[in-house]
């Protein structure tokens, strides 16, 4: 049973470590794409701590957007597993679903932390030239 528990936890480990990189590209490109409107935010007086809350509240938004969903796909799963194979005891226990949730939101906020600084890092001028 230890080696199954050490399993799954390497497997949460690795995925967690996935979407962390997941998030970071994603924002990253959303970050090279808005290049254009991050540079007439900072032409009009935004401040890189503005810039990098914007860019962060995006992330985080979507990260919560992501955790519930796979906190309800994962129970309706469970569910329907149980319903098929009612032998079968899985436990979705709430703190297990407290502490999953948490991390997820904690990797959304490490995978657009990088990001965010780098837009608030971008020189307006070069960036309105950009198409």
Same mark, same amino acid.
């Given at each position: 049973?230890? *080696? ?9 480990? /690795?995925?967690?470590?996935? !979407? ?11 970050? !090279?794409?808005? &290049? ?20 962060? @509240? ?7 957007? !992501? ?5 309800? *796909? ?10 098929? %194979?009612?032998?079968?005891? /899985? @436990?979705? &226990? ?19 932390? %990088? ?5 608030? =890092? ?6 309105? =030239?950009?198409?």
């Amino acid at each position: 049973m230890n *080696l199954i528990t050490a399993g799954v936890a390497t497997i949460g480990s /690795i995925s967690l470590v996935v !979407g962390a990189v997941g998030i970071l590209t994603m924002m990253w490109i959303a970050v !090279g794409e808005r &290049t254009r409107e991050i540079g007439i935010l900072k032409a009009l007086g935004g401040s890189k701590t503005y810039i990098v809350l914007t860019i962060m @509240q995006e992330s985080m938004l979507l990260s919560l957007f !992501g955790v519930i969903g796979g906190c309800g *796909l994962g129970w309706l799963t469970a569910e329907m597993l149980m319903f098929f %194979y009612p032998t079968l005891i /899985i @436990q979705f &226990t709430l703190d297990w679903m407290i502490y999953a949730s948490a991390l997820g939101v904690l990797g959304g906020f490490l995978g657009s932390f %990088y990001p965010a600084i780098r837009a608030a =890092r971008q020189d307006p001028v070069s960036a309105l =030239r950009e198409e």
